[in-house]
Protein backbone atom coordinates (compact mmCIF):
# COMPACT_ATOMS: atom_id res chain seq x y z
CA UNK A 1 0.00 0.00 0.00
CA UNK A 2 1.48 3.65 -1.58
CA UNK A 3 0.93 6.04 1.10
CA UNK A 4 0.65 10.13 -0.72
CA UNK A 5 2.86 12.48 0.34
CA UNK A 6 0.97 15.12 -1.70
CA UNK A 7 -0.83 17.64 0.41
CA UNK A 8 -4.60 18.13 -0.54
CA UNK A 9 -5.65 21.53 -0.20
CA UNK A 10 -9.32 20.70 -1.46
CA UNK A 11 -10.87 21.86 1.97
CA UNK A 12 -9.33 25.06 1.98
CA UNK A 13 -11.38 26.29 -0.92
CA UNK A 14 -14.56 25.15 1.02
CA UNK A 15 -16.79 28.36 2.20
CA UNK A 16 -16.24 28.62 5.65
CA UNK A 17 -16.86 31.18 8.91
CA UNK A 18 -14.52 33.70 6.84
CA UNK A 19 -16.87 33.66 3.47
CA UNK A 20 -19.67 34.46 5.57
CA UNK A 21 -20.95 38.15 5.11
CA UNK A 22 -19.69 40.20 7.62
CA UNK A 23 -23.55 40.98 9.16
CA UNK A 24 -23.97 37.20 9.49
CA UNK A 25 -20.63 37.31 10.92
CA UNK A 26 -21.11 40.29 13.44
CA UNK A 27 -24.94 38.25 14.39
CA UNK A 28 -22.81 34.93 15.34
CA UNK A 29 -20.48 36.80 17.55
CA UNK A 30 -22.66 38.83 19.07
CA UNK A 31 -24.07 35.06 20.79
CA UNK A 32 -20.84 33.74 21.93
CA UNK A 33 -18.84 34.78 25.39
CA UNK A 34 -16.57 37.44 25.61
CA UNK A 35 -14.10 34.75 26.57
CA UNK A 36 -15.09 32.38 23.36
CA UNK A 37 -14.35 36.00 20.99
CA UNK A 38 -10.50 35.68 22.45
CA UNK A 39 -10.53 31.97 21.40
CA UNK A 40 -12.38 32.64 18.01
CA UNK A 41 -8.74 35.37 17.42
CA UNK A 42 -6.76 32.28 17.60
CA UNK A 43 -8.21 30.80 14.59
CA UNK A 44 -6.83 32.43 11.56
CA UNK A 45 -5.63 36.24 10.70
CA UNK A 46 -8.79 37.10 9.23
CA UNK A 47 -10.62 36.33 12.13
CA UNK A 48 -8.25 38.14 14.34
CA UNK A 49 -8.19 41.02 12.00
CA UNK A 50 -12.18 41.52 11.97
CA UNK A 51 -12.30 40.72 16.54
CA UNK A 52 -9.33 42.92 17.36
CA UNK A 53 -9.41 46.26 15.50
CA UNK A 54 -9.29 49.31 17.79
CA UNK A 55 -10.97 51.05 15.50
CA UNK A 56 -13.72 49.48 13.99
CA UNK A 57 -17.17 50.23 15.02
CA UNK A 58 -18.31 47.02 14.42
CA UNK A 59 -15.43 45.03 16.15
CA UNK A 60 -16.36 47.54 19.49
CA UNK A 61 -20.12 46.51 19.03
CA UNK A 62 -19.23 42.88 18.94
CA UNK A 63 -17.71 43.18 22.07
CA UNK A 64 -19.73 45.27 23.69
CA UNK A 65 -22.89 43.33 23.14
CA UNK A 66 -21.18 39.98 24.00
CA UNK A 67 -20.04 41.49 27.47
CA UNK A 68 -23.46 42.70 28.01
CA UNK A 69 -25.25 39.95 27.19
CA UNK A 70 -23.04 37.37 29.14
CA UNK A 71 -21.82 39.69 31.67
CA UNK A 72 -24.67 42.24 32.63
CA UNK A 73 -23.36 43.34 36.11
CA UNK A 74 -20.05 44.25 34.27
CA UNK A 75 -20.52 48.41 32.92
CA UNK A 76 -17.55 50.40 31.28
CA UNK A 77 -17.34 53.38 32.35
CA UNK A 78 -16.62 56.35 29.53
CA UNK A 79 -13.72 57.26 32.05
CA UNK A 80 -11.57 53.71 31.40
CA UNK A 81 -10.27 54.82 28.21
CA UNK A 82 -9.71 51.05 26.23
CA UNK A 83 -11.08 49.46 24.04
CA UNK A 84 -14.01 47.23 24.58
CA UNK A 85 -11.40 44.37 23.96
CA UNK A 86 -8.87 45.54 26.71
CA UNK A 87 -11.34 46.36 29.29
CA UNK A 88 -12.93 42.48 28.84
CA UNK A 89 -9.36 41.03 29.29
CA UNK A 90 -8.78 43.52 32.55
CA UNK A 91 -12.13 42.97 34.01
CA UNK A 92 -13.04 39.02 33.35
CA UNK A 93 -10.01 37.54 31.92
CA UNK A 94 -6.97 38.31 33.29
CA UNK A 95 -6.50 36.31 36.28
CA UNK A 96 -2.75 37.01 37.58
CA UNK A 97 -1.08 39.46 39.97
CA UNK A 98 0.90 41.76 36.81
CA UNK A 99 3.72 42.14 39.04
CA UNK A 100 4.68 38.51 40.13
CA UNK A 101 2.60 36.46 37.96
CA UNK A 102 0.89 34.66 40.81
CA UNK A 103 -2.31 32.75 40.31
CA UNK A 104 -5.75 34.67 40.95
CA UNK A 105 -6.70 32.40 44.43
CA UNK A 106 -3.87 30.75 45.30
CA UNK A 107 -0.09 31.28 45.80
CA UNK A 108 1.42 27.55 45.63
CA UNK A 109 -2.25 26.38 46.83
CA UNK A 110 -1.19 27.16 50.78
CA UNK A 111 -2.58 30.47 51.19
CA UNK A 112 -5.54 32.30 49.52
CA UNK A 113 -3.95 35.51 47.66
CA UNK A 114 -6.16 38.50 47.05
CA UNK A 115 -6.01 39.93 43.54
CA UNK A 116 -7.71 42.91 42.65
CA UNK A 117 -8.41 45.51 39.26
CA UNK A 118 -6.78 48.74 40.56
CA UNK A 119 -8.21 51.35 37.96
CA UNK A 120 -6.39 54.27 38.89
CA UNK A 121 -3.53 52.37 37.58
CA UNK A 122 -5.62 49.51 34.97
CA UNK A 123 -3.85 46.74 36.28
CA UNK A 124 -4.17 43.60 37.95
CA UNK A 125 -2.30 43.55 41.16
CA UNK A 126 -2.29 41.33 44.41
CA UNK A 127 -2.37 42.72 47.91
CA UNK A 128 1.31 41.60 48.81
CA UNK A 129 2.46 43.41 45.84
CA UNK A 130 0.62 46.72 46.72
CA UNK A 131 1.95 46.54 49.88
CA UNK A 132 5.45 45.52 48.21
CA UNK A 133 5.71 48.25 45.39
CA UNK A 134 3.44 51.55 47.19
CA UNK A 135 3.05 52.92 50.93
CA UNK A 136 -0.82 51.84 51.07
CA UNK A 137 -0.62 49.44 54.07
CA UNK A 138 -4.40 48.77 54.44
CA UNK A 139 -5.82 47.26 51.00
CA UNK A 140 -9.24 46.10 52.04
CA UNK A 141 -10.75 49.75 51.09
CA UNK A 142 -8.32 50.53 47.90
CA UNK A 143 -9.73 47.08 46.22
CA UNK A 144 -14.05 47.41 47.39
CA UNK A 145 -14.11 50.79 46.26
CA UNK A 146 -13.55 49.51 42.88
CA UNK A 147 -15.01 46.17 42.77
CA UNK A 148 -18.06 47.92 43.85
CA UNK A 149 -18.01 50.63 40.85
CA UNK A 150 -17.16 48.00 38.43
CA UNK A 151 -19.39 45.50 39.36
CA UNK A 152 -21.99 47.64 40.43
CA UNK A 153 -23.04 45.02 43.69
CA UNK A 154 -26.16 46.00 45.04
Not at 25 to 51: A, G, Q
Amino acid sequence: MKISTDLSYQNLNKPGLTSLPIELFEEICKCIPPSSLYSLTLVCHRIRNLLWSSSSSLTQRIWRISRQKFHPTIHKSITYHCTEQEFIWKVLLHKKCQFCGKSYLFNNFKEIITIGKYWPFQVNICVLCVKDKTNIDDTTELFQKDYQILFSIG
